[in-house]
């Protein structure tokens, strides 16, 4: 079908239509369904309304409106923020194309088409939709527009997420201190290898998404530029004062180049990314505390608000919460993959396929929200069972003691080692533990086993000579929580010490 065809199909673009001026013939029905936004970026109303408000603002600093109009454009702008906090305001399908179209022409309905018509004045939906995403408190922002609206929109929620972040990192400081005296196995290749504190181990995820809580801060701090007032591509010709905008919005500075402004979307990408990173974080320990939940191991036991049954069997626990985690985590990796791909080799400036990243940011935001808050639930209602732990801990995994037994009477590790290793095949031959092994059957295999290498042999006294900072003796554990608390208070982390 010609593309005449395919027009006169369709109906006459509405008049409020942002571009309609040029066309003559109508969209395919189809085809306005598919360009439509609405049904998504909705959400950014909030912000759409400031970013407007302060470009009217700053269209009257330069006199395009008066005092008198931009008044009117403010009353105006009230009652549609009233409409869609009150969910009043009634959409035009096929006339609204987008949150922009929809309140720039209900705005006209309030206040009239006269000025309500100059609102859009050097302002493109380009340099509205990358302001949108970075959202503001109203204290400190009165406006956006497009892209504008997006940095502002995913600043805001990135702020919610470093809020439920840090919720997460105080309920790992609050367990692990409280926790502090159970022992269990620490793992490699799945393999039971040596004893630790239950502490250490929570605080070991502690520290991944403590190095996330800062990666997070770095990306809300690099996506707080101003994109506001750079136009469609080529900058604003009425000479608006983009400083006096960007700071009304609680932007850092400014993005320099108009054209870098309109087609960058770096900042939903480091978000993805960053979300990805974390999400693989949240997958291993979901993975770890699924076998640790399993019968087979039963150190924890999940609250029944984090678990379902069968539907055939009645005694099964499902860790579904924890299943669940592991899921979305792949989940985000896809939508960073997928945007990635969207935004490989486009041309230069805006093009239509960036409205993607509006539902992939959207999912992003809300996925993670409500991971970090599940994982925090997860972990605050946990059931300890120490017994099973320290059952679990065997004599064998106290070989490395025996091979640093021999290294404080000058016996070079590699032949340490070497002798440590003979003593578990010595123990596996005769059907006994280590630790039942004679001190005579010891001294067998080497004679500068002494009578106190039974000492060796003790659990606890394995996990308290790990003195050095980082291990997992019980003051070594105690720095590490002190550590995080730090990290809390002044979102700085302590480089060598927490008296830094």
Not at 10 to 32: I, V
Not at 250 to 272: Q, Y
Not at 333 to 345: A, D, E, M, P, Y
Request: hydrophobic fraction near 40%.
């Amino acid at each position: 079908m010609s593309s005449e065809q395919a027009q006169a199909g369709g109906s006459k673009p509405a008049e409020n239509k942002l571009w309609g001026g040029r066309f003559t013939g109508g969209l395919d029905p189809l085809m306005e369904a598919y360009n439509e936004s609405l049904s998504y970026d909705r959400q950014f109303y909030a912000q759409d309304v400031d970013g407007s408000i302060a470009w009217a603002r700053a269209n009257k600093v330069v006199g395009i409106l008066t005092e008198k109009e931009f008044k009117e454009i403010e009353r105006g702008f009230a009652t549609v923020r009233k409409e869609w906090e009150t969910n009043t305001f009634q959409i035009k399908p096929g006339v609204d194309e987008d949150i922009h179209t929809a309140n720039e022409r209900r705005l006209g309905e309030i206040i009239g088409q006269t000025v309500a018509g100059k609102l859009h004045t050097g302002r493109s939906r380009n340099d509205q939709v990358a302001t949108d995403l970075v959202p503001v408190s109203q204290a400190k922002v009165k406006a956006i527009t497009n892209m504008t609206l997006q940095r502002l929109w995913v600043r805001e929620k990135l702020l919610e997420i470093e809020e439920k972040l840090t919720a997460l990192l105080q309920t790992i400081v609050s367990c692990a201190e409280a926790e502090i005296e159970f022992l269990m196995p620490g793992y490699t290749h799945l393999q039971r290898a040596q004893p630790v504190r239950w502490s250490h181990w929570l605080l070991s995820y502690g520290f991944f998404f403590a190095a996330d809580f800062k990666r997070l801060r770095n990306v809300i701090q690099d996506l707080n530029i101003c994109p506001l007032g750079t136009g469609a591509l080529s900058g604003n010709v009425f000479g608006v004062d983009r400083e006096l905008i960007g700071r009304e919005l609680g932007f850092d500075g400014l993005c320099w180049n108009s054209m870098n402004a309109v087609s960058d979307r770096d900042f939903l990408l480091e978000t993805m990314s960053w979300g990805s990173r974390f999400m693989g974080h949240v997958s291993r320990i979901a993975m770890d505390l699924c076998i640790y939940s399993s019968q087979e191991s039963g150190f924890v036991k999940l609250a029944d608000a984090y678990s379902t049954g069968s539907s055939l069997m009645p005694q099964k626990k499902n860790p579904d919460a924890l299943e669940l985690l592991r899921g979305k985590s792949g989940q985000m990796h896809g939508l960073l993959s997928g945007f990635t791909s969207t935004l490989n080799s486009l041309p230069s400036c805006y093009n239509k396929d960036m409205q993607e990243g509006t539902p992939t940011i959207i999912s992003t935001t809300h996925l993670l929200s409500t991971s970090i808050q599940i994982l925090t639930g997860v972990i605050s209602t946990l059931t300890i069972n120490p017994a099973n732990m320290l059952k679990a801990l065997e004599p064998s995994m106290l070989a490395t003691e025996l091979a640093d037994y021999l290294v404080k009477k000058g016996v070079p590790f590699r032949e340490t080692h070497h002798i440590s290793g003979r003593v578990v095949a010595l123990a596996e031959k005769r059907g006994k533990g280590m630790d039942e092994l004679a001190v005579e059957e010891l001294q067998g295999v080497d004679a500068r086993f002494g009578d106190d290498v039974k000492d060796c042999f003790d659990q606890e006294a394995a996990v308290e000579r790990r003195t050095a900072k980082g291990g997992t003796a019980r003051e070594s554990v105690k720095e590490q929580i002190e550590v995080l608390k730090r990290l809390l208070e002044t979102k700085v982390m302590p480089a060598w010490s927490v008296e830094e």
